[in-house]
């Protein structure tokens, strides 16, 4: 099993380019959808988060008030240090867990996207780093037109972000989100005829 560890800084197209690595056979594991899990309705994850930062982060419907927990932990990092203390182990075991599931599926080539893939010093776990990075504006496009987040907020959600310079510089393949779809989708192209030549080598 060949295990690629993809990350990249919020807005940068990171998703575009998992389901387009899904859309030709990599088996992805997603981070952000093993996150909302963690916090999902019964969970205990989410009975920290509750007892954590208050009954005012769940809307009246039961769910999670995403918009409203990101104002108190983009704006504070003692509160992203504590929301991640309790999202992060869970994550981590459910990830051990699609990990498992793809090596009794035979998996040729596992995706990991990972938007904290070097901040939780999980990229000593992959064998292959993709980075995908975008100009500051267009995220900033990205997250207020296409999240509906607004412009304030998708601020401080970059900002509390590490900087994507150092992340190149470890990257195996970068990946420069700055044009046209068909010019990202030539440098997917590019990165899967590398993928798989490492994977059909892989031990």
């Avoid at 594991?29 to 909302?36: H, I, M, T």
């Avoid at 999902?40 to 009246?60: N, Q």
């Avoid at 080539?109 to 990972?114: A, I, N, P």
């Avoid at 893939?117 to 500051?136: H, S």
């Amino acid at each position: 099993m060949f295990h690629v560890g993809l990350t990249g800084n919020i807005g940068s197209g990171k998703s575009t380019v998992a389901a387009r690595l899904a859309a030709r056979g990599a088996m992805v594991l997603d981070a952000d959808s093993l996150a909302r899990d963690a916090v999902a309705h019964g969970t205990p994850g989410r009975a920290a988060v509750v007892a954590r930062f208050g009954s005012g982060v769940i809307r009246r419907d039961g769910s999670l008030d995403r918009p409203a927990l990101g104002r108190i932990v983009f704006a504070n990092p003692g509160a992203l240090a504590d929301l991640e203390a309790i999202v992060h182990p869970e994550v981590f075991r459910l990830w051990n867990r699609g990990l498992e599931a793809a090596r009794e599926r035979r998996a040729k080539v596992v995706v990991s996207d990972m938007p904290l893939l070097f901040e939780t010093g999980l990229d000593g776990c992959v064998d292959f780093i993709v980075v995908v990075d975008a100009p500051e504006e267009d995220r900033l496009k990205r997250l207020v037109e296409r999240r509906r987040v607004k412009p304030d907020d998708a601020r401080a959600m970059m900002a509390a972000q590490a900087p994507v310079g150092p992340k190149k510089q470890r990257a195996s393949f970068v990946i420069e989100n700055t044009g046209t779809e068909e010019a990202l989708a030539t440098q997917i192209d590019a990165l899967w005829k590398e993928i798989s030549a490492r994977a059909a080598t892989h031990p």
